[in-house]
C-alpha cells in the first residue's frame, strides 16, 4: 500500500494540467499557475501547446510526450523529478490519461514515490454528458471505439446490454461508420451528439440514432456521442397478471377495494377495469 500526500511538503511532483477543449478563457487561474512555475511542460504535441503558453505568456520550457514516444519520456521526467525538478503534463485539449497519453507515466512517477498531482479543468466527456437530456449516471466512458468495423462491432456487442448511460468520442470522418454500427447493434436508441464544445459553434443534437445518421455526413468538428444505456422491454400487462396481484394483496390482510385501488396504481390501469375483471372472474 502506499499513501502520499500531495501537499505536505515541497518536493519535485508531476502536474496533471487539463487543458482548454476549445474556449481558451476555460484555463484556470490554478492551472496557468502550476504551468509557470513548474520547471519543465511535457506535451502531446508542442505545436499545439506553443500557442495555448504565449495565450498566457507562458514561458517554462517545453518537451515532448506523446504515444509513440510515451515510455522513453517517462524516463526522462522521471531524471527530471530525481534532480528534484517538477513537471507538468498536458495534452491538446482536456485531461492527460483520458483517450490521451499519460497513463503510463503516471504509473512510473507514482511507483517511484512521487506525488502525482491532478489539476482540475474541462473535460469534453462530462461536458457533453451533463447537457445531454440523458441520465448523467450511472454512466460509463468508453473512448474510442475501433477504426475497423469488424472491431468496432466486436467491441459494441459487449455493451449491448449495460443498463449504464455510454459516452464515445469520434472523429467527424468516422462519425456515420460509428453511428451505422450503432444502429446496427444497439438497436435505435436515443443519443445526443455533442461538437465543437466550448466553441462558437457548439451544438447539441438529439434524438435516436435513425435521426441523427441523417444529418451525420455534414457534421465537422470533434464530437462525442452520450448513448441511452439497455432497457429491459417491459412485460405486457394482462388481466390474469393484475388478478393474481389483487388476490395477492387480499390474501395479505388489504380489502378487495384497497387491493383494486393500489394495482391499477401500481400497473397505472384503470380501476374500473381491474374491478370489472375481478368480479367478474
Known sequence: MQRMKSFEKEQPSLYLVATP?????????????????????????????????????IKTHLISHHEYNEQQSAQG??????????????????????????????????????????????????????????????????????????????????????????????SPHRITKTLSSMLEVLGDRKICLARELTKLHEEFIRGNISEVIEISDTLKGE????????????????MNMLESKVNEYIASGMSAKDAIKSVAKEFNVSKNEVYKHFHNA
Not at 503534463?89 to 492527460?96: H, I, M, Q, R, T
Not at 466512458?141 to 462491432?153: I, N, Q, V
Open 223 to 238: 464530437m462525442v456521442i452520450v448513448v441511452e444505456g439497455y432497457k429491459e422491454k417491459e412485460k405486457p400487462v394482462t
Open 77 to 170: 521526467i522521471l531524471d527530471l523529478l530525481n534532480d528534484g525538478k517538477c513537471v507538468a503534463l498536458v495534452s491538446d485539449a482536456g485531461y492527460p490519461c483520458i483517450s490521451d497519453p499519460g497513463a503510463w507515466l503516471v504509473k512510473q512517477v507514482s511507483e517511484a514515490g512521487y506525488p502525482v498531482i491532478p489539476i482540475s479543468g474541462p473535460n469534453a466527456c462530462l461536458t457533453a454528458l451533463v447537457a445531454s437530456g440523458i441520465d448523467p449516471q450511472p454512466f460509463i466512458f468508453y473512448g474510442f471505439l475501433d477504426a475497423k468495423e469488424s472491431m468496432r462491432t466486436k467491441q459494441l456487442y459487449d455493451l449491448v446490454t449495460y443498463p449504464f448511460t455510454m459516452v464515445f468520442y469520434e
Open 21 to 57: 477543449i476549445g474556449n481558451l478563457e476555460e484555463l484556470t487561474p490554478r492551472a496557468i499557475e502550476v504551468l509557470k512555475n513548474v520547471d519543465v511542460i511535457a506535451a502531446e504535441d508542442t505545436r499545439n501547446t506553443v500557442k495555448l503558453l504565449s495565450h498566457f505568456d
